[in-house]
């Protein structure tokens, strides 16, 4: 059974830095495109970030730009997203998820995580 496992939410201060992690097992990374999906209460899913299977081509919503760096190790099978200069708005369930479009229609596409808590809040 492919897992997605999230780690490294936290209740964090605006301004404060969070890196999360995302452990895949059953599934080899290396042969997928990977992204970060948040959530925001009351919201719909929201890409944040997006990575190719070589890591040569990144996506960043304009919102974390500047703030926010995906990476992967596929000896590690493990996806990350190290989050800085952390904004109250980016309060929200956190998604490890395969592919480059994981939400289509509103609807999840590919294998997704359960989601780790990321709160921004002074």
Not at 35 to 46: D, N, Y
Not at 63 to 80: E, W
């Given at each position: 059974?492919?897992?997605?496992?999230?780690?490294?939410?936290?209740?964090?201060?605006?301004?404060?830095?969070?890196?999360?992690?995302c452990e895949v097992s059953e599934f080899k990374i290396s042969t997928s495109?990977?992204?970060?999906?948040?959530?925001?209460?009351?919201?719909?899913?929201?890409?944040?970030?997006?990575?190719?299977?070589?890591?040569?081509?990144?996506?960043?919503?304009?919102?974390?730009k500047g703030r926010f760096t995906i990476s992967r190790d596929n000896a590690?099978?493990t996806l990350y997203l190290e989050m800085n200069s952390l904004k109250t708005?980016?309060?929200?369930?956190?998604?490890?998820?395969?592919?480059?479009?994981?939400?289509?229609?509103?609807?999840?596409?590919?294998?997704?995580?359960?989601?780790?808590?990321?709160?921004?809040?002074?």
């Amino acid at each position: 059974e492919v897992q997605l496992v999230e780690s490294g939410g936290d209740l964090v201060q605006p301004g404060g830095s969070l890196k999360l992690s995302c452990e895949v097992s059953e599934f080899k990374i290396s042969t997928s495109d990977m992204s970060w999906v948040r959530q925001a209460p009351g919201k719909e899913f929201e890409k944040v970030s997006s990575i190719n299977r070589a890591g040569s081509m990144i996506y960043y919503v304009d919102s974390v730009k500047g703030r926010f760096t995906i990476s992967r190790d596929n000896a590690k099978n493990t996806l990350y997203l190290e989050m800085n200069s952390l904004k109250t708005e980016d309060t929200g369930v956190y998604y490890c998820t395969t592919g480059w479009m994981p939400v289509a229609g509103g609807h999840k596409v590919g294998y997704w995580g359960q989601g780790t808590q990321v709160t921004v809040s002074s």
